[in-house]
């Protein structure tokens, strides 16, 4: 199985911050990798398909990059609406493993 | 629009099975597979299965292959997934969700929670 490892695991930050959250991968995974954001009691959104492709209606202020086993998710401008846990999952061979998460949390 | 719609919460046991439905509408049923994912309680996400409404083929993770079977019923476009011997691990929310873009999960149903007590 592909094990998915995301950092950090907590993250604090101030609104218009730029922040960066990575995932790697213990093999590569083709490029086949998914950005989520969950709020609590909330069903999981899907922010970014395909390593870097942005979801429709997802702020641009979102962006994913990377190749191989090492990928990013960057928030450019920190807004009050982006305080939340977010998860990256390969979807390369089954299974389809998430990341940990990563709580972003107001500084 | 496309909806995934899940049943409402179940109390089991311990040892008993439970089947969650995940009734679909808004797009053509045999043409996207379904995902399923749970949450534990503060936990993170845990991807669990799929299944291909089409043919019915399912793929699941080999923690779960003895304890879950995920069926369709295509006169309704529902998915059913269904846990057996239930232990209080297994109290959790458990989504279906549908896949995209080869396999990112873009339609996510509300979540059924499963609480296990006994």
């Known amino acids: 199985d592909i094990q998915m490892t995301q950092s950090p695991s907590t993250l604090s930050a101030s609104v218009g911050d730029r922040v960066t959250i990575t995932c790697r991968a213990s093999q590569s995974i083709n490029g086949w990798l998914a950005w989520y954001q969950q709020k609590p009691g909330k069903a999981p959104k899907l922010l970014i398909y395909k390593a870097s492709s942005l979801e429709s209606g997802v702020p641009s202020r979102f962006s994913g990059s990377g190749s191989g086993t090492e990928f990013t998710l960057t928030i450019s401008s920190l807004q009050p609406d982006d305080f939340a846990t977010y998860y990256c999952q390969h979807y390369n061979t089954y299974p389809y493993t998430f990341g940990q998460g990563t709580k972003l949390e107001i500084k | 629009q496309v909806q995934l719609v899940q049943s409402g919460a179940e109390v089991k046991k311990p040892g008993a099975s439970v089947m969650v439905p995940c009734r679909t509408s808004?797009?053509?049923?045999?043409?996207?597979?379904v995902h399923w994912v749970r949450q534990a309680p503060g936990q993170g996400l845990e991807w669990m299965g799929a299944?291909?409404?089409?043919?019915?083929?399912?793929y699941s993770a080999q923690k779960f292959q003895d304890k879950i079977t995920m069926s369709r019923d295509t006169s309704t476009s529902t998915i059913y997934m269904e846990l057996s011997s239930l232990r209080s691990e297994d109290t959790a929310v458990y989504y279906c969700?549908?896949?995209?873009?080869?396999?990112?999960?873009?339609?996510w149903g509300q979540g059924t929670l499963v609480i296990v007590s006994s």
């Open positions: 808004g797009y053509t049923f045999t043409t996207y597979y």
């Open positions: 299944i291909d409404p089409s043919g019915g083929s399912t």
């Open positions: 969700v549908r896949a995209d873009y080869g396999g990112s999960g873009r339609y």
